[in-house]
């Protein structure tokens, strides 16, 4: 082999506060080498460039190691020109590749053996293949649908974890990304989905794909911005009948510029009637504004059209210092509804409790400057069947309360009563 050795074989004298530098440059595609020539000592082992550029090699004074430089030089000597690629024997790419880098893409599910081999002298020779073992296994999202009712998404995990992607279609390296809520408020747990606005966002968040059950499906959410004075977001929820990319997403079901400050409930019915049987993907859009802030989404629930859905819309009148009317919207036949009441904070299943065949029901016997919550639950008797389903779009609530075996779907209101002042009503 056309190799070159350099042996330090006389001493160099070099004191406690020196080291011994040696330095050598190898030409492109050139090898050089540090081979320790005795016994193997930690860290002290053999070191080789292929560079091209100046290396060096230090002594301290207790170095004890005999060492020899070798190097291939410029115009002679064994040279790597390319290098062979095989999964399971076969070769890969049909040409010799050049970078020390290969993508192998189409990998069937399961174990297979990689190697590489060097092609040497303008590829006639060829080393034998090093190997290496790469199991692959299936990435679930690849296979998942949402089927099952209700799916709830509250951002508590990671967005791969759930089958949850993002497109940052104006490349401007902001998009959706999830944040733990420290410096403002998550409508439940830690986590929202947020997307910026500091400049013109257009920012796809794609729920997994969803197969559309006859009755058709109900979409719910909660939409907050993050600053109260730049609110002006704008966003849009898209739906595709196609594929995830930002042309497939083309029929809009709702868009809407925040002028609210708080965290607001919307939902959108999307009709049996039109995709029964179909798998669409539901995109949220954050576009169309300007130097805003933040626009955040949380608490995402679909649930079918045909099962016992969660009552919205929640009203209150005729308040007084003692008593307040509370009404709300139902989806569906529902025969009656279970009511439960308290002090804001209360256990639930500690409050007061009552069956209602109305959606209006009239709190009484209530303190004068108190803060209570109120959680409503349908109880639906769908086609003479009862099952046990909570409906939960808070998730945080626990097992369900009421008539065992009832179909249970609920949702939850805090009445805050002032003496002698309108009150204050907000949703949860």
Sequence with gaps: MAEVIVILDSAIAIDATQEMWIGIQTGPLRTLCFVNSTTAEPMKGNVCYRNGLW???????????NWDIK?????????????????????????PVTSRNYIDTGVPIGTHTYGVSALYNADTCESTPVTTQVTMMQDTCETFVINTFPWMQDFENEFWQDCITTIDADGNGDCWHRLACSS?????????????????????LVLPPLLVPPSGIRLSYWVAPKDVVNRAEHYEVLLSTNGTDTADFSTSLYSETLSF????FRNIDIPGSLYAGQTVHIAF?????????????????????????????????NISNTTATIGWTQSGFVPSWNVEYGVAGFARGTG??????????QLTALAPNTTYDVY???????????????????RQWGVPFGLPGA????ERMMLSFHQSRLPVVSIL
């Design 55 to 65: 290396t060096t090699l230090s002594f301290e004074p207790d170095n004890s190691s």
């Design 71 to 95: 190097g291939w030089v410029e115009g002679g000597g064994t040279i790597v020109s390319s290098f062979y690629v095989y999964r399971d024997g076969a070769l890969l790419p049909p040409v």
């Design 184 to 204: 403002h408020d998550a409508h439940s747990g830690t986590y929202t989905a947020e997307s910026d606005s500091y400049l013109i966002p257009n920012n796809y």
């Design 261 to 264: 400050s708080g965290w607001t």
């Design 285 to 317: 859009v954050h576009n169309e504004c300007y130097n805003m802030e933040k626009i955040k989404i949380d608490d995402i629930t679909i649930e079918n059209l045909g099962s016992c859905l969660t009552p919205i819309y929640f009203i209150t009148d």
């Design 352 to 361: 007061t409790s009552i069956v209602v065949n109305s959606n209006t029901y």
């Design 376 to 394: 409503v639950q349908a109880n639906c008797d769908i086609n003479g069947t009862l099952k046990n389903i909570l409906l939960n779009l808070l």
């Design 407 to 410: 179909v249970l779907s609920e």
